[in-house]
């Protein structure tokens, strides 16, 4: 058993893409001790999470929708995320922000309240993403998690070459320290 376990939150649904990639790596190449797990029910598959709506949300988690509960429950037993995410025209994708805005909830007491999050990703822009990157840390900071500010790769997806980026030792070394300084922050 993993004595930190890191929920890894994917903010593109396509299977072949470099941010699910680079989270496959994160999770392939963790250290010892330290576990992360790709979350599978943001869009397509496992109940599908609704768009955030207060009227389905409920203080009873009996009654909010499945998917819904999987999700603060996945958030609920992790002790740190690590959010990797693409820049859709220049800010976050709404898969992601819709689990932010369910992930917030309660107000001040929900699954990831207090938690170390990281935020990183590759785009297709020369910059890798870096406005969705800041955008997706102000959401989830004002949601409760503790941003790890210091923690930061935004990969031009260019710079890969088509290649997967597990065949690239520098974005590999990247990705490990991110989640080895991402595991230092739980207390």
């Known amino acids: 058993m993993a004595d930190t ?4 939150l994917v903010g593109s649904l396509r299977g072949a893409s470099v941010n699910r990639q680079l989270a496959e790596l994160a999770a392939e190449s963790s250290s010892d001790g330290v576990e992360v797990t790709i979350y599978e029910g ?3 598959g496992l109940g599908d999470l609704p768009f955030y709506n207060e009227d389905i949300d409920s203080a009873d988690p009996a009654e ?3 998917s819904v509960a999987a999700l603060r429950s996945a958030a609920a037993q992790a002790d740190a995320a690590l959010v990797i995410t693409p ?3 220049g800010s976050i994708p709404g898969v992601l922000k819709n689990a932010i805005d369910w992930l917030s909830r309660p107000f001040g007491n929900g699954a990831l309240q207090d938690k170390p999050v990281a935020v990183i990703g590759a785009a297709g822009g020369r910059y890798g993403g870096v406005w969705a990157h800041d955008e ?3 959401s989830i900071g004002i949601a409760g998690p503790r941003v790890v500010e210091s923690i930061t790769l935004s990969l031009p997806i260019a710079s890969l070459d088509g290649r997967h980026p597990r065949d690239n030792a520098e974005v590999g070394a990247n990705v490990r320290a ?3 300084k991402l595991a230092a922050e739980v207390s």
């Open 42 to 44: 943001l869009g397509e």
């Open 64 to 66: 909010v929708p499945a």
């Open 5 to 8: 376990r890191i929920l890894a």
């Open 87 to 89: 820049e859709y025209n």
């Open 136 to 138: 997706t840390r102000k």
């Open 178 to 180: 991110a989640v080895g």
